[in-house]
């Protein structure tokens, strides 16, 4: 947009804003209250839950695990684990088995079958009653084959509802707060730890514990940035309006979400996001706008003249305002293009950041200005234009409240008495009342920066050879050490990292993964069809299913990290006593007799009528009963399997990939089965998987975006191009430099909790930070692109354009920089791994970008680039000699030479 684009349409908005300005508050008071009213209940609308690609294995193997299975389809498990450990020494477990904790299971499983909710209770003192084999795996510590030595224990809880439902999680902390607490105290098993671990209880730890280091970076960290702030704006009362425009956009985007959230699923992880994008920009576009409209009247104060506040926001407007727009609309552009990919994750991130980013942009927009409008003498009271002497004003003195329209400017007072204001007409002297004013008419000098400044000599260093050259080669050549991990990190979605370090259920459940397996509370399900699904699973013919289903496992437990002892399912009771325990025709047999109504089978008279084999076959036939889908005409089965590694981490990754592998050898014409694998680690690694085959293409769109949106915005070929190259250093740079940190340990030697190595990168993490930190590289380019622009419009050569522009927006571009920096550093002390390695994406890449990208590595390529930076267009002739510091451009004039041209 050429400038007299900007100020006629900078002109119009804001005569609109004055004649309107009643209508607009009430309109914006409206949308307010609305947001106040639905705002709040956005968290409860997101889900935790995602599902994998539509095409991906795990949604395959699920959709076939609920046509057999249905009970299924929406079911989730829990644990509680139990300890006695000794009051006065922690270290010290003592055996756990007792009457007492006998009574209590069974007294909380009475309890929890009548909930409605629970579809089955299994411990120790429960399976014993069946099967003493199968009891022993509720068992851990002490010495083998003596139960009564054991120091650990676990009761397993099956209930009716998704893993991340309401209803699950609400049953969670009813289990956790009453229900176990209660029995506890009538049982007299108090003594006994009991930790309630899986995703239903997990995701209420989780949330807590990012809810308080939160509400403590609120209640520290973003207070310091807000100060840091005022200090730059040098006013502590224009910081209530980017303060007032954070809160307004938070409220009306939540409200939109809300709606939103009402008709698709939205990720529990967006709204962290959408903060997160939220406070950067809302701190951005506020110092661009703030900083601005301050310079605007500073400049007219040093020159001696009086600008209405009107003409100060419009100037602010017609410039910063630009610059806001252009980035809003591209950052929105790149996360509404998410919608197109596979996973809902991406899905409902895309959508909520581009509706923050809207919200963000036409809140500054709009209420920045209302604001300034509403109370100018409050906000520019630390601002004090020089007033000017009663000889010149024209009327009478008036209230103060009708100032601004009565009182006149004088322009042009710098200029040489015999220059030409543009229009034809001489302005020195010339009274304009502000009734009259417009940028049109009024010329707006283009300051030179002060050429002592820090910034400017900077900048004359580095935008002429050889510092040129020398200083992009060396800032890459230094980067190349980080840059070659940038994209080798290995994913995960380890729940241990999302959970709060030092927790006590983070300890239990550390303990319980190394004595039970990490799989037991992640256990997998192994579904096994016959290929030819009129088939049944016992066929009295041969067999043939059946064998071959024996013949897979038996493979599967010889491949690397699988036991046999931690399948369970027909024939298989976790014993480890080998594969199978029974054959498929003494199954069928048992089954028959399971079926006839005069054999009696139930638990105590077993004991009294059959044989010790007879008794070995009833139990596997109530446990094939529990696997099959109807035990008589079974056409279906399924196998639990209860890894000892961590199944959603890179172990589990490693055994899905290589189990699968085993599985698509069948179907043969011996083996005629076909095996699946169904359970949340598989739904987690896909969507894993996932993620990172689709974060390549979100690249690729980001990309494009930019290069079109910046391209038409400032109608160069090779800005756009710039931009992309070196927000792309940073990115890579501080993806490198993660790497090294969270997944090779390079800054443990620091002893800092939140550099410590995690072994790998939380899958969705780069994912979150890509799309920051291009935002807020792309709003500091544009900032610092858009002064370079308007000096070489007003006449300024190349390399003084980019001295002055790099002058007037480096320590605003460092100064937000710190600000992002001081306000996501607060992140690095909590307790979650998750939250250490978001706020070292964060921090590190605003660092590096202002400190380095932005104020050297970009005036030197646009020193490099020379006259290339603006091509295709062309641009006023550069002086031969050195620019007047009082030379003028006036916005709006009619020469042509004042204004970019398209070539």
């Not at 041969?542 to 437990?557: C, E, G, H, I, T």
């Not at 410590?756 to 544009?782: E, K, N, Q, R």
């Amino acid at each position: 947009m050429e400038d007299r684009e900007a100020i006629s349409l900078a002109e119009r908005y804001v005569d609109f804003l004055v004649k309107r300005k009643i209508l607009v508050t009430a309109l914006v008071v409206v949308i307010l209250g609305l947001s106040g009213a639905l705002a709040p209940r956005f968290m409860d609308k997101t889900s935790q839950s995602f599902d994998p690609p539509s095409s991906s294995m795990a949604t395959q193997a699920r959709n076939t695990m609920n046509d057999y299975f249905p009970l299924q389809r929406e079911t989730s498990g829990m644990v509680i684990y139990v300890e006695n450990r000794s009051p006065t020494d922690k270290a010290v477990f003592r055996p756990v088995l007792s009457e007492d904790l006998r009574i209590f299971t069974l007294e909380f499983a009475a309890t929890c079958n009548t909930t409605g909710i629970v579809l089955n209770v299994a411990g120790y003192y429960i399976v014993k009653l069946i099967s003493n084999n199968m009891a022993k795996a509720f068992l851990a510590g002490g010495i083998d084959g003596q139960p009564d030595t054991a120091t650990a224990t676990f009761i397993s809880i099956e209930i009716e509802a998704g893993m991340t439902d309401k209803a699950a999680t609400e049953y969670a902390k009813q289990l956790k707060n009453t229900i176990i607490p209660d029995i506890q105290q009538v049982t007299n098993t108090s003594h006994y730890e009991m930790t309630l671990m899986g995703s239903p209880a997990f995701l209420d730890v989780m949330i807590s514990s990012s809810t308080s280091d939160l509400e403590r970076m609120d209640a520290t960290v973003l207070p310091l940035a807000m100060l840091i702030l005022a200090f730059i704006l040098k006013s502590l009362k224009l910081i209530i309006i980017p303060v007032l425009c954070l809160l307004v956009s938070a409220g009306v985007s939540f409200a939109i979400m809300f709606g939103v959230a009402c008709t698709t699923t939205v990720f529990t992880g967006a709204p962290s996001l959408m903060m997160s994008i939220l406070i950067a920009m809302s701190i951005d576009y506020g110092l661009f706008m703030l900083s601005r409209f301050r310079e605007v009247l500073l400049d007219q104060q040093s020159r001696h003249e009086q600008l209405s506040h009107v003409m100060a926001i419009t100037i602010m407007i017609s410039s910063a305002g630009h610059t806001i727009v252009v980035s809003g609309i591209t950052l929105a552009a790149c996360f509404f293009g998410l919608v197109f990919f596979r996973l809902d994750i991406l899905q409902s991130l895309g959508i909520g950041c581009g509706v923050v980013l809207i919200v963000v942009l036409l809140t500054n927009l709009v209420l920045t200005p209302l604001l300034l409008l509403w109370f100018p003498n409050f906000f520019m009271k630390c601002i004090r234009p020089i007033e000017l002497p009663s000889c010149l004003r024209c009327g009478k003195d008036t209230d103060s409240s009708n100032e601004s329209e009565r009182s006149y400017l004088i322009h042009g007072s710098q200029l040489d008495p015999e220059e030409e204001d543009g229009l034809g007409g001489n302005i020195v002297g010339e009274i304009i009342p502000l009734k009259k004013q417009s940028l049109g008419s009024v010329p707006h000098i283009i300051e030179p920066s002060d050429e002592s400044s820090t910034w400017h000599r900077i900048g004359s260093k580095v935008v002429r050879f050889p510092f040129n050259v020398l200083v992009p080669l060396l800032v890459v050549g230094l980067s190349i050490p980080f840059d070659l991990y940038a994209f080798t990190y290995t994913s995960t979605d380890n729940n241990l990292l999302y959970l709060p370090k030092h927790s006590e259920v983070t300890r239990a459940y550390v303990r319980m993964g190394n004595t039970f397996g990490w799989g037991t509370v992640y256990a997998y399900q192994i579904l096994i069809l016959p290929s030819d699904r009129s088939q049944q699973v016992l066929n009295s013919t041969d067999y043939k299913v059946w064998k071959a289903s024996q013949n897979f496992l038996s493979r599967l437990a010889k491949t690397h990290l699988t036991r046999v002892q931690d399948i369970v399912g027909p024939s298989y009771d976790g014993s480890g006593r080998g594969i199978p325990v029974v054959e498929g025709d003494v199954m069928q047999n048992c089954i028959n007799m399971l079926s006839n109504p005069s054999i009696d089978i139930s638990c105590d008279t077993m004991t009294q009528k059959h044989t010790n084999e007879t008794k070995a076959c009833m139990t596997n036939i109530m446990l094939a009963c529990s696997f099959m889908d109807v035990p008589t005409k079974a056409k279906g089965m399924w196998f639990r399997y209860t890894p000892q590694f961590a199944p959603m981490g890179k172990d589990g990754e490693d055994w899905l990939k290589t189990a699968r592998d085993l599985a698509s050898q069948y179907p043969t014409e011996a083996d005629p089965i076909e095996i699946f694998f169904v359970g949340e680690p598989a739904d987690a690694i896909d969507a894993v998987n996932g993620v990172d085959d689709d974060f390549p293409t979100m690249i690729g769109i980001t990309t494009a975006v930019v290069l079109v949106f910046v391209g038409v915005s400032f109608k160069s070929l090779f800005i756009p191009l710039r931009s992309v190259f070196t927000i792309g250093l940073t990115v890579v740079w501080v993806y490198g430099f993660a790497t090294l940190t969270y997944e090779h340990g390079a800054l443990e030697w620091t002893h800092f909790e939140g550099f410590d190595s995690t072994h790998a990168i939380v899958y969705i993490i780069p994912l979150m930070s890509f799309s920051i930190v291009v935002g807020i590289g792309l709003d500091y380019d544009i900032f610092l692109i858009t002064r370079i622009v308007e000096y070489r419009r007003a006449g300024y050569s190349t390399v003084d354009s980019i001295c002055h522009g790099l002058a007037k927006t480096g320590y605003i571009i460092t100064a937000a920089g710190v600000i992002m920096a001081v306000a996501f550093s607060g992140l690095l002390f909590s307790e979650e791994p998750f939250m250490h390695q978001l706020s070292f994406y964060m921090v590190f890449a605003v660092l590096f970008d202002t400190f380095v990208i932005r104020s050297v590595v970009v005036p030197a390529l646009m020193g490099l680039l020379g006259e290339l930076n603006w091509w295709p267009m062309t641009l006023p002739r550069e002086p031969k000699s050195p620019i007047n510091d009082n030379r003028s451009s006036s916005y709006g004039s009619n020469s042509s030479d004042q204004n970019i041209q398209e070539g």
